[in-house]
């Protein structure tokens, strides 16, 4: 994988069992979307479709599988994060969907090899 940093936009997604919460922030750091749609390949579609050469990080999970494939599958580049290896998702006090999203994509536009499985 190349190291992208600073020159794609980012797309956290937290996932849920029936939506999931989407941050997309660009190449500053900057939040510049936020959405909450149903999980669903439409409700993807609706978030997929807008960006090109996204950079999407994706919590391990029940969904990650079919979510992750559909992702590549608009030409993103798709990581699969365990929470446990980011402590900042996994221990943090404020932990909701929302903000949970967005530490997703912070953390892909900094350093992508955090996230690793």
Known sequence: MSDLTGSKRVLGIDLSDS???ACLIDQTGEVVERQQQRL???????????????????????????VSRICEEY?????????????LIHKSAKKNDR???????????????????
């Open 19 to 21: 939506k999931f919460e």
């Open 40 to 66: 669903t390949p439409s409700g993807l579609a609706r978030v997929l479709d807008r960006e090109e050469c996204l950079r999407v990080v994706i919590e391990i999970g029940t969904h990650s599988p079919w």
């Open 75 to 87: 030409g993103h580049e798709t990581l699969v994060a365990n929470p446990r290896q980011v402590s």
């Open 99 to 117: 903000n949970d999203a967005e530490k997703l994509a912070r953390v892909g536009r900094l350093d992508p090899k955090l996230l690793a499985p």
